[in-house]
């Protein structure tokens, strides 16, 4: 059942309410290849407790994202939805794969670097070894594309890196995956420092538009953007403001950044900003509104985990059975 297609992978964290980041750059593209392939697209609970988490918190975001990926239009029947660690298998290749990562690799991550930097009271292993895990989580089900925004680069290259090195030491074990990086929508920024990306877990709210925001907040926020003492409504160096406004209002409307430019040539930022935010507004409402839906029916949500889970763990364990073969762990004899 499983050679018939190829496969795509892809996580994300219940750390926080997700922004226009997460579903421009990885969501709202997930869809698209669920006839295709065979789509496995997971909670990353256990990669959320490398950063400190309070337990209700992580649970209620975890329903959250699940019913997320439905509100974005994954259909459980035909993609693989499920939590993270559901699935045992991703804590047990994680491991194997921690052993054949190298601490200078680890050490060269920039997502390490920022995390530490932001939680410089709990640098845990988990937070340096959260590329083996994630490398497990795309290697054990032989995917082939993985769909992800540009920040999670470099973290693919390792995954693909650890395959390959695997693959070398024990004979073809692991597909070796492709990233999927969209053009547009792949590096959303923080509406209040440009030069940063747009982050779930920022602390100033103004920086972040969250999916789930209402219509009054999504343009507020727009309307305090940081921008730049210029007057023109062009993308390019020294306007990183204007560049990611244009760019989020391109992602919403289809048009092309010179469209955009042309149909604003003239115009002042203030219209401009109100433009993009009600444009994003208005794209995102029924998500909401679907959203709103799926909580309401904790059941059913609770029954898309299981069968989630259950499909999953039936991959997963094809993948472990041979990775301990070939690495010569014991099996056990019934
Ligand atoms: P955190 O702030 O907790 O690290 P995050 O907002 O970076 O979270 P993740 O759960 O790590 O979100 O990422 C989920 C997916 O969203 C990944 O594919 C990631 O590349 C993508 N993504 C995250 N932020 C952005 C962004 N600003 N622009 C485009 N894609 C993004
Ligand atoms: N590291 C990713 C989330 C993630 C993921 C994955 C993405 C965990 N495992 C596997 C794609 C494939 C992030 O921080 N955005």
């Given at each position: 059942?499983?050679?018939d297609?190829k496969?795509?992978?892809?996580?994300?964290?219940?750390?926080?309410n997700?922004?226009?980041?997460?579903?421009?750059?990885?969501?709202r593209?997930f869809?698209?290849?669920?006839?295709?392939?065979?789509?496995?697209?997971?909670?990353?609970?256990?990669?959320?407790?490398?950063?400190?988490?309070?337990?209700?918190e992580?649970?209620k975001?975890?329903?959250?994202?699940l019913?997320?990926?439905?509100?974005?239009?994954?259909?459980?029947?035909?993609?693989?939805?499920?939590?993270?660690?559901?699935?045992?298998?991703?804590?047990?290749?994680g491991?194997?794969?921690d052993?054949?990562?190298?601490?200078?690799?680890?050490?060269?991550?920039?997502?390490?670097?920022?995390?530490?930097?932001?939680?410089?009271d709990?640098?845990?292993?988990?937070l340096?070894?959260?590329?083996?895990?994630?490398?497990?989580?795309?290697?054990?089900?032989?995917?082939?594309?993985?769909?992800v925004?540009?920040?999670?680069?470099?973290?693919?290259?390792?995954?693909?890196?650890?395959?390959?090195?695997?693959?070398?030491?024990?004979?073809?074990?692991?597909?070796?995956?492709?990233?999927?990086?969209?053009?547009?929508?792949?590096r959303?920024?923080?509406?209040?420092?440009?030069?940063?990306?747009?982050?779930?877990?920022?602390?100033?709210?103004?920086?972040?538009?969250?999916?789930?925001?209402?219509?009054?907040?999504?343009?507020?926020?727009?309307?305090?953007?940081?921008?730049?003492?210029g007057?023109?409504?062009?993308?390019?160096?020294?306007k990183?403001?204007i560049?990611n406004?244009?760019n989020?209002?391109?992602c919403?409307?289809?048009?092309?950044?010179?469209?955009?430019?042309?149909?604003?040539?003239?115009?002042?930022?203030?219209?401009?900003?109100?433009?993009?935010?009600?444009?994003?507004?208005?794209?995102?409402?029924?998500?909401r509104?679907?959203?709103a839906?799926?909580?309401?029916d904790?059941?059913?949500?609770?029954?898309?985990?299981?069968?989630?889970a259950?499909?999953?763990?039936?991959?997963?364990?094809?993948?472990?059975?041979?990775?301990r073969?070939?690495?010569?762990f014991?099996?056990?004899?019934?």
């Amino acid at each position: 059942m499983y050679n018939d297609k190829k496969v795509v992978f892809s996580g994300v964290q219940p750390s926080g309410n997700l922004t226009i980041g997460n579903y421009l750059g990885a969501i709202r593209n997930f869809s698209a290849f669920s006839e295709e392939y065979h789509c496995y697209y997971c909670v990353v609970d256990m990669h959320a407790i490398t950063v400190r988490q309070i337990p209700a918190e992580l649970r209620k975001r975890t329903y959250e994202t699940l019913a997320l990926y439905m509100a974005c239009g994954l259909d459980p029947q035909k993609n693989t939805l499920f939590v993270q660690s559901h699935v045992p298998q991703h804590a047990e290749l994680g491991w194997i794969l921690d052993c054949y990562t190298m601490f200078g690799e680890l050490s060269r991550m920039t997502q390490f670097k920022d995390k530490s930097a932001k939680n410089a009271d709990n640098i845990n292993a988990g937070l340096f070894t959260y590329p083996s895990l994630m490398a497990a989580d795309i290697l054990l089900y032989q995917t082939e594309l993985v769909p992800v925004g540009s920040d999670q680069k470099q973290h693919l290259e390792l995954a693909r890196d650890i395959a390959n090195r695997f693959n070398q030491i024990y004979g073809e074990t692991f597909v070796v995956p492709d990233g999927y990086i969209t053009k547009d929508g792949a590096r959303i920024m923080s509406l209040q420092e440009p030069a940063k990306k747009m982050s779930k877990s920022d602390a100033n709210e103004n920086a972040v538009v969250r999916i789930l925001d209402s219509k009054d907040d999504i343009i507020k926020k727009f309307k305090r953007a940081v921008t730049d003492s210029g007057n023109e409504i062009i993308h390019g160096e020294g306007k990183e403001g204007i560049t990611n406004l244009l760019n989020i209002y391109t992602c919403f409307t289809g048009k092309t950044i010179e469209e955009a430019e042309k149909e604003f040539a003239g115009k002042g930022y203030g219209e401009f900003k109100l433009a993009v935010g009600e444009v994003c507004a208005d794209s995102l409402a029924p998500v909401r509104d679907e959203f709103a839906r799926l909580m309401a029916d904790k059941a059913y949500l609770e029954q898309v985990m299981a069968q989630g889970a259950e499909s999953a763990y039936r991959h997963a364990r094809r993948t472990m059975s041979k990775v301990r073969r070939k690495i010569g762990f014991t099996e056990l004899k019934h």
